[in-house]
């Protein structure tokens, strides 16, 4: 099992970052562009428990995958899980926490996953998916902070 955690800390508040977040749709606005990520269903915002949505989403180009996963898990607004159904991943499990702190809402992603495969898929980990999961992850950072700021600023 390969752990990812992430944690930025942004100038806003819980509900605002919950508001954010409660939506499937902005997670295409997080993704990296050149992934060509789209919802392929109909889906409902604010998201619920138990909800389905299937991706279309390309790791590399040329190479499309579609990826289903069920929130299975909200405490608004402190938290959502999400796990993978269908998809690249033998297990994906990835906890979306938030946290007020004096700076505005501090955010973690930790994301639990298999890679399938065995021996295969634990190469392919070290030298293709550890590295792109980060540049994924740094990319919603920048993205987040394009879109309500970093801390200190006014």
């Known amino acids: 099992m390969h752990e990812l955690y992430r944690k930025q800390i ?3 508040s819980i509900d605002q970052a919950w508001e954010f977040f409660k939506n499937p749709h902005n997670l295409g606005k997080i993704t990296p562009t ?11 915002s604010p998201m619920f428990e138990g909800q389905i949505i299937k991706y279309k989403i390309a ?6 995958l579609d990826w289903m996963t069920e929130i ?7 938290f959502f899980i999400d796990e993978q159904r269908h998809g690249p991943y033998k297990v994906w499990h990835h906890e979306h926490w938030f946290k007020e702190v004096e700076q505005g809402v501090e955010m973690i992603d930790r994301v639990n996953y298999v890679l399938p495969f065995g021996p295969l898929g634990k190469l392919v980990h070290a030298l293709i998916v550890k590295r792109q999961l980060q540049q994924i992850f740094a990319y919603r950072n920048k993205r987040l902070i ?9």
């Open 10 to 12: 942004l100038p806003i």
């Open 34 to 44: 050149h992934m060509g990520f789209r919802i392929l269903n109909e889906v409902e």
């Open 59 to 64: 790791p590399f180009p040329g190479m499309p």
């Open 72 to 78: 299975t898990k909200i405490r608004e607004p402190f």
């Open 146 to 154: 394009e879109i309500f700021g970093t801390v200190g600023e006014k």
